[in-house]
T-cell receptor, first 111, second 111 residues
Framework: NAGVTQTPKFQVLKTGQSMTLQCAQDMNHEYMSWYRQDPGMGLRLIHYSVGAGITDQGEVPNGYNVSRSTTEDFPLRLLSAAPSQTSVYFC??????????FGDGTRLSIL | AQSVTQPDIHITVSEGASLELRCNYSYGATPYLFWYVQSPGQGLQLLLKYFSGDTLVQGIKGFEAEFKRSQSSFNLRKPSVHWSDAAEYFCALNSGYALNFGKGTSLLVTP
C-alpha cells in the first residue's frame, strides 16, 4: 500500500543546476498537487493537476515546471535552481473533492 | 478571496490539559475544511475533515473540531493533551482543486 511516493528524500544542488522531483501515486486519484513548505509560511501551492494532460499554476509557480502524462506520475522540474528554492517539497493526491494524501516530502538545499 | 488564518503561531499546554487551536477562514461558498498534523521531519497526516452536515466532527487521536459558519471558524479541540501530540498543526481549506493552508500552529506540551 504505497500511497504517494516522492523521490529523492534529500537533495543538494548548486545554483543553476536543474533537477526533477518525482511523485507517483497508486490510488488512481485524479487530482495531484505540489507544495513547498518554508518556516512560518505553511504550505504554498506550486502547481496542480486535475487529470492527465491538465496542469495549472498555483500560488508560487515561478521557476518550476510540471507535466502530467499519466494519472500516476506528476514530476516537478526546477529548470535553473536558485537558493530561494531551498525548501521542503510535498506532493499530494486526492479524488475530486476529497482530502489529499501527502507524500513524505523532499528536502532540497540549493547552494 | 480564499484564505485561512491560524492566529496562534505557538501554543504551550501542560500534559493532561485541554487544547483549542484556532482557525478562521474566508470563502464565498460552503467550505470543505481540514486539520492536518505534522510531526518533525514527517509528512502531513489528516486529523479530520468537514464537508457538510453535523458541525462537530470527530477525528483521529481524540481530536474534534467545530465548524461555526457565523464566526467563519473551524477550531480544533482535544480534552486532554498527551506529550505525543506535540507537533505542527495546519488548518486547510479546499479550493476546489488543491488546498489553501494556514501558516500553522506549533504545539509544545510540557510535563
Amino acid at each position: 500500500n504505497a500511497g504517494v511516493t516522492q523521490t529523492p528524500k534529500f537533495q543538494v544542488l548548486k545554483t543553476g543546476q536543474s533537477m526533477t522531483l518525482q511523485c507517483a501515486q497508486d490510488m488512481n486519484h485524479e487530482y495531484m498537487s505540489w507544495y513547498r513548505q518554508d518556516p512560518g509560511m505553511g504550505l504554498r501551492l506550486i502547481h496542480y493537476s486535475v487529470g492527465a494532460g491538465i496542469t495549472d499554476q498555483g500560488e508560487v509557480p515561478n521557476g518550476y515546471n510540471v507535466s502530467r502524462s499519466t494519472t500516476e506520475d506528476f514530476p516537478l522540474r526546477l529548470l535553473s535552481a536558485a537558493p530561494s528554492q531551498t525548501s521542503v517539497y510535498f506532493c499530494a493526491s486526492s479524488p475530486m473533492g476529497q482530502p489529499q494524501h501527502f507524500g513524505d516530502g523532499t528536502r532540497l538545499s540549493i547552494l | 478571496a480564499q484564505s485561512v488564518t491560524q492566529p496562534d503561531i505557538h501554543i504551550t499546554v501542560s500534559e493532561g490539559a485541554s487544547l483549542e487551536l484556532r482557525c478562521n477562514y474566508s470563502y464565498g461558498a460552503t467550505p470543505y475544511l481540514f486539520w492536518y498534523v505534522q510531526s518533525p521531519g514527517q509528512g502531513l497526516q489528516l486529523l479530520l475533515k468537514y464537508f457538510s452536515g453535523d458541525t462537530l466532527v470527530q477525528g483521529i487521536k481524540g481530536f474534534e473540531a467545530e465548524f461555526k459558519r457565523s464566526q467563519s471558524s473551524f477550531n480544533l479541540r482535544k480534552p486532554s493533551v498527551h506529550w505525543s501530540d506535540a507537533a505542527e498543526y495546519f488548518c486547510a481549506l479546499n479550493s476546489g482543486y488543491a488546498l489553501n493552508f494556514g501558516k500553522g500552529t506549533s504545539l509544545l506540551v510540557t510535563p
